[in-house]
C-alpha cells in the first residue's frame, strides 16, 4: 500500500516538476495607448500653435501654411509646393506634444510661382555650369588631343600595311586605332568633369543599338566579315576564269563589297562577297591542262571497239591534244537507233584555245569514222500496223510500179581549209579587256584587295 502511495506521489510531482523548470513564454504588453486629458492647461493652445509655426518657418516648402489650434485640435491650411508635402507637414505636427488630432486642409500650389524652388534648382545648376566651363573646356582639350593622337597613329599607312596582310586588314587596324583612341579621350574627359555615370548609360545605350543594328544590318556585317576573309584566302588571281555557283567570267578585280567579273560575252558583272564566299567556285586558270569531250553515235550493227579504236588515234595525231594523259573513248549507251561513243581528249590552255580545240577534235573524228564506214545514223522510227488498222496495199517495185527514185542530196562546195582556219591558239580578247580595266583602275572605295605576292588557297 504505501509502496502504490509512492508511485502515484512520483507520477504527480514529475510534472509539476518539468512544468516549473520550463522558463515562462514572454508576455507582449500592448503599446500604451496616448489618452487625452480630462482638462487643458491654461495658454497651452497659443503654445503648441507657436511652435508649430516656428518649425514650419525653418522649412521653405510649409511658408504659406496657416497653423489654428484649439482644445490640442491643429487646423492646417494653405498650399504648398509639392504632394508629399501635405503628408510630410501632418507627421511633423503629431510629433508635437499636446496635439489632440490634425484637420489637414493643405493642397499642392498648381501657380507657375509655386515652382519658384525648381527655378531655383535651374539656376543653380545654370551658375555652376559657368562656374564648370573652364573644366569642360580642359575636358573638351584632353579629348581632342587624344584623337589626334589616335588619328596620327593611324596615319601611319606604311607601318600597317607591312604589319597587316593585305591593304584591307590594314584599313581595319587604322580604323580600329583611331575609334579605340577617341573613346579612350571621352573616358578620360568625362571623368574629369565628374560624368562617369553618364558614360556608363552611353554605352549601354549605345549597347542596345548596335544589337538591333547588327540584327537589321546582318546581310551588311556578313558581307563585310566576307570581305575580310577573301582578302586573306585569295581564292582566286585578277584574270583567272572562274565560276562561282552559275555564274561565270573573268576576274576583274576583288572590292570591300563585292567581286567583279568580266563575262564571256564582255559584261561586267558584280557578285557580293557574302555569296562569293559561301559558293562553291570553280577555277579553269588554276591548272593549264584541261579536259574536253563530245559524243557521236555509231550505227548499231557497226563494231563500237574498232570505232573507238580509230577515234582514239585520230584524236591521237591532233597536234593540240595532249599525250599525257593520253585520248580516251568509251562506250557510253546502247541507243534506239545507234551505239553512243564518248571521246576524250586533254589539252595545254596556254597553247590551245579549248572552244576551237574541242571543235576541231569533234570534225576530225567524225570525218575519220565516215571514211572508215562507219555509219553515223540518224534516229529510227519504226512503224507497226496492228489487225485494227486498215489494210495498206503494197505492191513489189518491180511489179508494174517503178522503185522510188532516192533523193538526191544538196551539192556540197568544196571548201578547202586553210591553215589560218585550223588555228587553235588561245583566243584572249576577254583577258585583254580585263587587263585594260584594270589598268584604268576604279574609285577609292573600289580597291582592289588581290595580292599576288600573297599564295592563293
Do not use: C
Not at 508576455?27 to 514650419?56: C, M, N
Not at 509646393?81 to 500650389?109: C, F, H, Q, S, Y
Not at 565560276?243 to 573573268?250: A, K
Not at 584594270?438 to 588557297?457: A, C, F, I, M
Amino acid at each position: 500500500m504505501r509502496r502504490l502511495l509512492a508511485i502515484l506521489a512520483l507520477a504527480w510531482a514529475m510534472p509539476l516538476a518539468a512544468q516549473l523548470e520550463a522558463p515562462a513564454e514572454p508576455v507582449e504588453t500592448p503599446a500604451p495607448v496616448q489618452t487625452i486629458a480630462a482638462t487643458q492647461e491654461a495658454g497651452a493652445d497659443e503654445q503648441i500653435a507657436e511652435r508649430i509655426a516656428g518649425i514650419f518657418a525653418e522649412l521653405p516648402a510649409f511658408g504659406g501654411v496657416e497653423v489654428a489650434v484649439s482644445e490640442g485640435v491643429v487646423s492646417l491650411s494653405g498650399t504648398v509646393p509639392k504632394a508629399e508635402d501635405v503628408d510630410r507637414a501632418e507627421a511633423i505636427v503629431n510629433r508635437v506634444a499636446g496635439v489632440v488630432t490634425v484637420e489637414n486642409g493643405l493642397e499642392r500650389d498648381l501657380s507657375v510661382s509655386a515652382d519658384s524652388a525648381g527655378i531655383s534648382v535651374l539656376g543653380e545648376r545654370w551658375e555652376s555650369l559657368i562656374r564648370a566651363l573652364p573644366l569642360i573646356a580642359a575636358a573638351l582639350g584632353v579629348w581632342l588631343l587624344i584623337a589626334l593622337a589616335g588619328y596620327a597613329i593611324a596615319g601611319f599607312g606604311r607601318l600597317w600595311n607591312r604589319v597587316a596582310p593585305n591593304g584591307f586588314l590594314a584599313e581595319l587596324i587604322a580604323s580600329a586605332i583611331r575609334f579605340g583612341f577617341t573613346i579612350l579621350g571621352l573616358v578620360i574627359a568625362l571623368d574629369m568633369v565628374g560624368a562617369t555615370a553618364l558614360l556608363g548609360a552611353v554605352l549601354g545605350g549605345a549597347g542596345v543599338i548596335g544589337i538591333a543594328l547588327g540584327f537589321a544590318m546582318r546581310d551588311t556585317i556578313e558581307n563585310y566579315v566576307a570581305s575580310l576573309m577573301l582578302s586573306l584566302r585569295q581564292p582566286f588571281r585578277a584574270n583567272d576564269h572562274v565560276v562561282i555557283d552559275d555564274l561565270e567570267g573573268r576576274v576583274i578585280r576583288l572590292t570591300s563589297r563585292a567581286t567583279v567579273l568580266m563575262t564571256l560575252d564582255g559584261n561586267h558583272l558584280r557578285i557580293p562577297n557574302g555569296q562569293v564566299f559561301k559558293a562553291v567556285i570553280l577555277n579553269y586558270t588554276r591548272n593549264p591542262q584541261r579536259r574536253f569531250d563530245f559524243d557521236l553515235g555509231v550505227d548499231a550493227d557497226d563494231d563500237p571497239n574498232a570505232a573507238s579504236k580509230l577515234g582514239r588515234e585520230t584524236l591521237r595525231d591532233l597536234p593540240f591534244v595532249l599525250d599525257d594523259p593520253p585520248p580516251e573513248a568509251r562506250i557510253e549507251q546502247v541507243g534506239d537507233s545507234n551505239i553512243v561513243l564518248k571521246f576524250l581528249g586533254w589539252l595545254d590552255q596556254r597553247e590551245a584555245d579549248y572552244f576551237k580545240a574541242r571543235t576541231r577534235a569533234i570534225a576530225a573524228v567524225k570525218t575519220a569514222l565516215e571514211d572508215a564506214g562507219f555509219a553515223l545514223p540518224e534516229p529510227i522510227y519504226r512503224l507497226r500496223f496492228d489487225p485494227r488498222s486498215a489494210t495498206i496495199p503494197m505492191a513489189p517495185a518491180g511489179e508494174g510500179q517503178p522503185a522510188s527514185p532516192a533523193p538526191s542530196r544538196p551539192a556540197i562546195p568544196d571548201i578547202t581549209v586553210t591553215e589560218g582556219d585550223e588555228d587553235v591558239r588561245p583566243a584572249d580578247e576577254i583577258g585583254e579587256m580585263v587587263e585594260q580595266e584594270r589598268r584604268r583602275g576604279g574609285d577609292e572605295q573600289d580597291k582592289d584587295l588581290l595580292d599576288r605576292s600573297r599564295p592563293v588557297e
